[in-house]
């Protein structure tokens, strides 16, 4: 599953890239390694990568900002979020600007394992064949096993988070969709505080909607309860 693959890694702290280097390499990944967040971005920019795995806590540009840069260029390789910290807040924070996962340090190596492998198989949309779209709404496809939605002949260029928010809501044309349901079907948990990771998703995918100009299909809010997936006439 992960032979082959390449990985960046922004982390200040040299023992911990020691031990995911170590980890990765057993696993036959290609380790690329920046030890702040200017580094980061700028291999990030420059790099192909099929997962970053970036640290909160950097030198120059924290982890935060490097990953709502990289969301703002459009960038939708999958981000894991390493951190020290405990505090919801901070996982909260990195979700909402994009990140797709986030590990708590320490780690065990299998569970970082466990985590790329599955942020890398949701991103990888090339290891299907691809057959017919599960779903289709006039010119908009979505394929889910390959993580891939074309409107017309533009692909989406949604991050796994966005795409799954996406399929679920588009599964079920009509069917309004509660925040913490969102949270729950989409990351697998829920927050205890506030959070307006799922809104910021949304707002996200509305944008790259647009920009392929939609006009028939889109996520309508549902004032005090969610959102719903609706097909214009």
Same mark, same amino acid.
């Given at each position: 599953m992960l032979q082959g693959k390449k990985v960046l890694v922004v982390e200040d702290d040299q023992n911990v890239v020691e031990v995911i280097k170590a980890t *990765?390499? =057993? $696993?036959? !990944?290609?380790?690329? !390694?920046?030890?702040?967040?200017?580094?980061? *971005?700028? &291999?990030?920019?420059?790099?192909? #990568?099929?997962? @970053?795995? =970036?640290? @909160?806590?950097? +030198?120059?540009?924290?982890?935060?900002? !490097?990953? /709502?840069q990289l969301r703002s260029e459009g960038c939708d390789v999958p981000i894991i979020m390493l951190t020290a910290k405990v505090e919801e807040v901070d996982k909260v924070?990195?979700?909402?600007?994009?990140?797709?996962?986030?590990?708590? &340090? +320490?780690?065990? +190596? /299998? $569970?970082?394992?466990?985590?790329? %492998?599955?942020?890398?198989? /949701?991103?990888? /949309?090339?290891?299907?064949?691809?057959?017919?779209?599960?779903?289709? #709404?006039?010119?908009?496809? @979505?394929?889910?096993?390959? #993580? &891939?939605?074309?409107?017309?002949?533009?692909?989406?260029?949604?991050?796994? %988070? $966005?795409?799954? !928010?996406?399929?679920?809501?588009? %599964?079920?044309p009509g069917q309004t969709f509660t925040r913490d349901q969102i949270l729950d079907q989409v990351w697998g948990f829920e927050f205890t505080s506030e959070t307006r990771t799922v809104d910021e998703h949304v707002k996200r995918i509305r944008r790259k909607l647009k920009e392929v100009n939609c006009s028939h299909v889109g996520i309508k809010t549902i004032w005090g309860v969610g959102y719903q997936f609706e097909v214009q006439p």
């Open positions: *990765l390499e =057993l $696993e036959s !990944v290609a380790v690329e !390694v920046a030890h702040d967040g200017d580094a980061g *971005l700028q &291999k990030a920019r420059a790099g192909q #990568y099929d997962l @970053i795995l =970036l640290d @909160i806590m950097l +030198p120059q540009q924290d982890g935060f900002e !490097v990953c /709502r924070l990195g979700l909402e600007l994009g990140a797709d996962d986030y590990v708590t &340090k +320490p780690f065990s +190596p /299998r $569970e970082l394992t466990a985590r790329c %492998k599955a942020a890398m198989r /949701r991103f990888d /949309r090339s290891s299907t064949t691809q057959a017919g779209p599960e779903l289709q #709404y006039g010119t908009l496809r @979505i394929y889910p096993q390959q #993580y &891939k939605a074309q409107l017309g002949d533009v692909d989406l260029e949604l991050t796994p %988070k $966005e795409f799954e !928010v996406f399929a679920l809501l588009a %599964k079920h």
